[in-house]
């Protein structure tokens, strides 16, 4: 299971990290994706961090503003998020990704294996 948390209301220009608790799987066999869901809009993808921790890709457009990280021992994936915008508001997801050996589209949702609930941010002008 995947547990998202640290969503809220915050301004322009200021800051929320989200994390994400992995329970009942092998947390290091799996690459953290985080996604996010505006309201009319179809989902996109937010971050990856791969399974080591060694390599990370952001989307454009939150390149610079938001960064993931995770923690192994603790089976927790962070989004720390700075600078938001309004149009950064959505649900964001948690997703896990199981290592298969095999390259992968980390944009894709339907290379998800879990998800979690979703968490709200809601940034105001």
């Known amino acids: 299971q995947l547990q998202a948390s640290g969503g809220g209301l915050v301004q322009a220009g200021g800051s929320l990290r989200l994390s994400c608790a992995a329970s009942?799987?092998?947390?290091?066999?799996?690459?953290m994706g985080w996604f996010r869901q505006a309201p009319g809009k179809e989902r996109e993808f937010v971050a990856i961090?791969?399974?080591?921790?060694?390599?990370?890709y952001t989307a454009d457009s939150v390149k610079g503003r938001f960064t993931i990280s995770r923690d192994n021992v603790k089976n927790t994936v962070d989004l720390q998020m700075n600078s938001l915008k309004p149009e950064d508001t959505a649900a964001y997801y948690c997703?896990?990704?199981?290592?298969?050996?095999?390259?992968?589209?980390?944009?894709?949702?339907?290379?998800?294996?879990?998800w979690g609930q979703g968490t709200q941010v809601t940034v105001s002008s």
């Open positions: 997703a896990a990704h199981l290592l298969k050996g095999s390259a992968w589209h980390f944009e894709v949702e339907d290379e998800y294996d879990y």
């Open positions: 961090i791969l399974w080591s921790g060694g390599r990370t």
């Open positions: 009942g799987i092998t947390f290091s066999s799996y690459d």
